[in-house]
């Protein structure tokens, strides 16, 4: 049975689960769980496909990020050999990365300025924190130490510091996005 048809008998009987074994039907009941868009990414990439009960069931019920990889690449999943060995392969190859990784060395030095020159703030943690951040202008997020991107991580909740008007002014508004949405 092609996927396109199995979609089809689905949305035609709400008493297919009789037509297949129990642990069928518990796959059945998770491919269900599909939203109208996600199907139509299987019906649109992979509908010619032949149906493999045990692959739908397991990207329905994967997490948000990795069943939108693995629909992004459903195609590929479905006509390939071992499709597990894909599925995998792609979890692996899309590891989430951090954002605050994909901030430029200029963002950080404006930041560290905007603390130095803009807000003369010299007492208590931020003290610390403002020369953390010159370091991270100068060498880089990705160049830090896990306890330092944790300490940035730290003081970037402080928002008002990494998303201000000075900064956008500078034409880091991507960078502030990327603040924002954190």
């Known amino acids: 049975m092609l996927i396109k048809d199995f979609f089809s008998l689905i949305d035609s009987d709400d008493q297919i689960n009789h037509n297949f074994s129990e642990k069928e039907n518990d796959q059945i009941d998770n491919i269900k769980l599909f939203t109208k868009k996600d199907r139509g990414v299987i019906l649109k990439y992979a509908g ?3 149906l493999n009960l045990g692959i739908l069931s397991i990207i329905a019920l994967r997490n948000d990020r990795d069943r939108k990889i693995f629909l992004e690449s459903i195609n590929e999943i479905f006509s390939n050999k071992f499709p597990f060995d894909v599925m ?3 979890i692996i190859n899309n590891k989430e990365k951090d954002p605050l990784s994909s901030m430029s060395k200029e963002y950080w030095k404006s930041v560290s300025d905007y603390l130095f020159i803009e807000l003369k703030i010299d007492t208590g943690a931020m003290k ?4 953390m951040i010159r370091t991270v202008g100068v060498r ?3 160049n830090l130490t896990e306890n330092q991107r944790n300490y940035v991580r730290d003081l970037v909740k402080h928002t008002e ?3 201000n008007s000075y900064l956008m002014s500078k034409g880091f508004q991507n960078e502030c996005e990327i603040i924002r949405s954190l």
């Not at 610390?128 to 020369?131: F, I, L, R, T």
């Open 48 to 50: 010619d496909q032949k």
């Open 88 to 90: 995998r392969d792609l």
């Open 128 to 131: 610390n924190g403002k020369k």
């Open 161 to 163: 510091f990494f998303d």
């Open 140 to 142: 880089g997020y990705d």
